[in-house]
């Protein structure tokens, strides 16, 4: 698993709380030892390390993609340059198992009002059955300044059983890193996202 940050690199306690419960969640729906992380946290490689290096290794080996949808988020040169990279990777993957389900589950920050969505990003849905309406309609991080622990957590829970039933069923493979040589912003306007 692999969680792009909700924009940008500013501290911000609620997503890594947010990505720290969805780990644990993770491990209890799956048979990870948890001896390695659960998921990929871009926030968190620490100063002096090679940081893009970290970010294409991630983007090449983690089962399924989820990207943090934020107004921050939609508007990043990184981000859509991550974006870029896991779409070339899974279009890669479909060359060889063309029937597999996307590997990307998209997370509400905030409310989907609050940002306009990337073209790119459109075919990738964040909603959908058992997924609670104040989510649909706050995002996590709404929630989480409402005081709807219950909603949050429960919601989180969902997020972690599609992200484990999309990884069983993708069966996504590794990559070159090299695939990644040449990424470009997807979001910005007037791109395609056809890598």
């Known amino acids: 698993m692999h969680s792009r940050a909700a924009g ?5 306690e609620r997503q890594e709380k947010f990505h720290e ?3 644990q969640f993770v491990l209890q729906l799956t048979t990870h030892e948890g001896t390695t992380p659960v998921g990929f946290f871009d926030k968190g490689i620490p100063l002096g390390v090679e940081w893009e290096k970290n970010l294409k290794e991630a983007l090449a080996t983690c089962r399924v993609f989820v990207p943090v949808y934020s107004p921050q988020y939609c508007v990043s040169r990184w981000c859509g340059m991550e974006f870029d990279g896991f779409l070339r990777r899974q279009a890669e993957h479909h060359r060889s198992e063309p029937y597999t389900v ?3 589950v998209p997370v509400l920050w905030t409310s989907p009002g609050r940002f306009a969505l990337p073209d790119v990003a459109r075919p990738f849905q964040y ?3 058992g997924l609670d309406e104040e989510y649909q309609h706050m995002g996590l991080r709404g929630l989480m300044e409402a005081g709807k622990w219950g ?3 429960r919601t989180v829970w969902r997020i972690a059983e599609r992200i484990v039933d999309v990884a069983t069923a993708a069966q996504l493979k590794s990559c070159d890193v090299k695939l990644f040589d040449d990424l470009r912003n ?3 306007p007037g791109t395609q996202g056809d890598s």
């Open 8 to 12: 940008l690199r500013v501290l911000d």
């Open 21 to 23: 419960l969805l780990g």
């Open 102 to 104: 996307s590997a990307i």
């Open 127 to 129: 909603h959908g059955s």
């Open 151 to 153: 909603v949050f957590r």
């Open 186 to 188: 997807v979001f910005a």
